[in-house]
């Protein structure tokens, strides 16, 4: 008999897009990727957490370019015992004989317990999990990337980031975040700002030439929350009154019309001379890969955070694993007890 699809009262399955989560929910996944954080920092922690999963099967699906969210969400599944297996190019696939790709995923299922994918199509992820739950195949989608539109799990390892950056000044709440760079095309930012609803207080904003504002959809949803934002040109300007500072590549790979190549974009980007602007416990951030939109020697600044937000991605995700497969709280207890 098949199994019964997920009911709407499952707080955590699939993993779509930012929308679907609230405060309480946001809380928990940084509390939970504490505690994995902590357990893997000694052996015996490490054997615990990898004794978890071990009977479950992951498939990344990664036919959109991709090197920290792949190893990091591989890395995440190792550390939970979870084997995987991989595509990364559709024309390693059935695809390339004319499979559909809904069609290509529906096989997938059958072998794996959770397909995590990264992919140039806007919301195929959530179509991916439509079928799913239609068919009655109970298999979680995480969704690693869509398009220009949704990168989920970036928002949460940003956000978890942000709050611990902040974690003595009342955290996310009542700050104000610039977002500067590509702001049309940033999956990234976009993400970001659609969580924003979820904080008291907060302002954001968006710095960038007129041809990569933010698009309407994003301030349109801000407006509806309630959360204040504002739009600049002027990074010099804008500085001083950031709590953090995001910034973004052109994504050019988005670029039918060659239109970057038209913009200048000299005033977007970050040197050591911005650092003496920036508040003293201020937060650069950045979702990698970077080109020259920050100067290497702003690296050494104790403000720069990207790297350590790049690694909070893979405990992130590991949490986020713990969640779907419901041994959340299993982790939270051993953690609490020790």
């Known amino acids: 008999m098949a199994e ?5 009262s499952d707080e955590f399955f699939h993993v779509l897009k930012t929308q679907q989560f609230d405060r309480d929910l946001l809380d928990g996944l940084c509390e ?22 071990g009977d479950k099967r992951g498939m990344l699906y990664f036919t959109q370019p991709s090197t920290r969210t792949f190893l990091s969400f591989n890395n995440a599944c190792q550390i939970l015992g979870i084997q995987t297996s991989e595509i990364r190019d559709a024309s390693t696939s059935s695809e390339v004989k004319g499979e559909s790709l809904l069609d290509s995923l529906r096989t997938f299922s059958s072998y794996v317990d959770v397909v995590i994918m ?23 989608i995480i969704n690693a990337g869509s398009g220009k539109d949704q990168h989920p ?23 104000v975040i610039g977002m500067m760079g590509d702001l049309k095309r940033g999956r990234t930012v976009r993400s970001l700002s659609y969580l924003m609803k979820n904080y008291r207080d907060v302002k954001l904003v968006f710095i960038a030439p007129p041809a990569f504002r933010m698009e309407e959809d994003i301030k349109a949803h801000l407006k509806e929350h309630g959360v204040a934002f504002s739009e600049t040109e002027d990074m010099e300007a804008a500085l001083p009154s950031l709590d953090a500072l995001y910034i973004t590549r052109i994504q050019d790979e ?3 019309s060659k239109e970057s190549s038209r913009v200048d974009l000299s005033r977007f980007k970050f040197g050591v001379r911005h650092l003496r602007a920036l508040k003293g416990d201020g937060v650069i951030m950045h979702p990698l890969p970077r080109r020259d939109e920050i100067h290497p020697d702003v690296d050494s600044d104790p403000r720069a955070k990207y790297w350590r937000q790049e690694r909070n991605g893979m405990w992130m995700r590991v949490a986020i694993l713990t969640k779907i497969f419901k041994i959340d709280h299993q982790i939270l207890h051993s953690y609490l007890m020790d």
């Not at 019964?4 to 709407?8: E, G, I, K, M, T």
């Not at 140039?120 to 991916?128: I, S, Y």
Request: glycine letters at 6%; charged letters at 30%; zero cysteines.
């Open 4 to 8: 019964a699809s997920p009911s709407h």
């Open 32 to 53: 939970l990727t504490n505690a994995v954080r902590r357990f893997a920092k000694h052996r015996e922690g490490l054997l615990f957490l990898r004794r978890q999963l």
């Open 118 to 140: 990264r992919t140039k199509e806007e919301g195929l992820a959530e179509a991916a999990a439509d079928l799913f739950d239609r068919i009655h195949r109970r298999v979680p």
């Open 153 to 175: 799990t970036q928002a949460l390892l940003d956000i978890y980031t942000l709050e611990r950056s902040f974690m003595h000044r009342g955290g996310i709440d009542g700050k």
């Open 254 to 256: 988005h670029d039918v």
